[in-house]
């Protein structure tokens, strides 16, 4: 019987590949839907956007933070899909009474290409597996010889507002942001710091903040009262999604990020 491994280390037995998915996880519906496996996901999450006729054709559980149990123990998946930073640790322990729950832990790029490796030995899509790690990679090799003679930029990354929070580092974020050459002021801060937006020049004078589309919907006002502390620092709304969504998602995410390259310049 074939063995797997999560990436927190847990280990599977399947007789046979899962045929009945739920995917706690936006970003890894939307790989599972690239691998091939639309028919399989039974149940789904309602950030899970895309593509966004799933959210008519799934049945929708909860969100990544509150989920319905008995939702899910109705759809009587084979296994269910979740995410270390994503997911609590109490959805995790509610739902191991119902199906496998399989835990990715995202940091880096390798880490989201380990996963789409892995997706694809668990259910058997191991040549589209290979497909999408080939794409990313040769889209990854392209663009850092785009911004391989690009100097490092200071910058910030808003995630949320009262309290105004930070990516900083052991964050997927700021891997994008480092891959950019952008040198993310609160990296030395915790994963996601709590920040006093009066105090951010004394903190790192940013020379670009970025404001994200999600999971707080920052506005023009916000981006106002940003630059009232900044004072010579370009503030920018940027997609979450290019900068936090791993797996297939980033062969677009090279594309966006060489266009805000332009917008900066």
């Not at 970025?210 to 620092?233: I, K, M």
């Amino acid at each position: 019987m074939p063995e797997f491994k999560d990436q927190l280390g847990h280990h599977f037995t399947f007789e046979k590949a899962p045929v009945r998915i739920v995917s706690l996880v936006p970003s890894q519906t939307e790989l599972l839907y690239d691998l091939g496996l639309e028919d399989q996901l039974v149940g789904i999450t309602k950030f899970c956007v895309h593509p966004f006729h799933l959210k008519s054709t799934k049945k929708i559980v909860g969100g990544t933070k509150k989920v319905h149990v008995e939702k899910i123990r109705l759809l009587q998946p084979d296994i269910i899909i979740c995410n270390k930073e994503e997911n609590t640790l109490e959805i995790v322990e509610s739902l191991q009474g119902i199906a496998p729950v399989w835990v990715t832990n995202i940091i880096t790029i390798e880490d989201s290409l380990e996963v789409i490796l892995q997706f694809g030995n668990l259910f058997n899509r191991r040549t589209e597996a290979r497909k999408w790690i080939d794409k990313i990679r040769f889209a990854r090799q392209d663009f850092e010889a785009f911004v391989k003679n690009m100097p490092q930029q200071k910058a910030a990354y808003f995630i949320w507002k009262n309290p105004w929070m930070s990516a900083g580092c052991d964050t997927f974020i700021n891997e994008m942001m480092k891959l950019n050459h952008f040198s993310n002021i609160y990296e030395d801060k915790g994963r996601y710091p709590e920040v006093i937006i009066q105090k951010i020049r004394i903190q790192g004078d940013p020379e670009i903040v970025f404001l994200s589309s999600e999971p707080y919907p920052f506005n023009e006002q916000d981006a106002f009262e940003v630059g009232r502390f900044t004072h010579h620092a370009k503030v920018i709304f940027v997609d979450g999604e290019m900068f936090s969504w791993y797996g297939t998602r980033l062969v677009k995410a090279f594309s966006y990020f060489r266009k805000l390259h332009e917008r900066i310049s």
